[in-house]
């Protein structure tokens, strides 16, 4: 307990018996004794008052750390949440987009359809209206011939 052999607790005995003589050496071990009980109560005393206002904080630090942990849990779900349909509408936009681009493409190859299509027509008709101009040029006017004329000189330019 304090580091004490066995001949020094003999040692200390007889001089305390020399000391007090043998009658004084009960009652002094009566009162050691009760200084030592009390000396125990109060450690144990202190022992338990600081157990108990620790406790305290002890459950405040735990309910802290629960309400921190299920907020985390919450926030973590929320943010899933979120998450997934963020997801959910980026898919979405991504569709409508790719509808939207197969209908434009569509859109476009039938216009370039339409634009060759009535071009062809354009070629067809000029080509006809040129025959014609060819086969009659005794009854054509000076004016459908100076336009002729100068329908031919663009077309050698172009």
Avoid: C, Y
């Avoid at 936009?93 to 009535?118: G, P």
């Amino acid at each position: 307990m304090l580091f004490i052999s066995g001949g020094e607790i003999v040692l200390v005995m007889m001089l305390a018996l020399l000391f007090f003589g043998s009658k004084a050496i009960p009652d002094i071990a009566k009162t050691l004794g009760k200084g030592m009980r009390e000396f125990k109560k109060a450690t144990n005393e202190i022992k338990r008052e600081f157990e108990d206002n620790t406790g305290d904080f002890k459950r405040e630090i735990n309910d802290i750390r629960s309400t921190v942990k299920s907020e985390t849990k919450r926030i973590s779900q929320d943010i899933d949440q979120v998450s997934s349909k963020m997801k959910d509408e980026a898919n979405k936009l991504n569709k409508e987009v790719e509808h939207i681009s197969a209908e434009a493409e569509r859109t476009t190859t039938k216009l370039e359809k339409e634009v060759d299509d009535a071009s062809t027509k354009v070629e067809k008709k000029t080509t006809k209206l040129e025959k014609k101009m060819d086969e009659a040029p005794s009854e054509a006017s000076p004016e459908t011939t100076s336009i002729s004329q100068d329908m031919d000189k663009k077309e050698k330019d172009q």
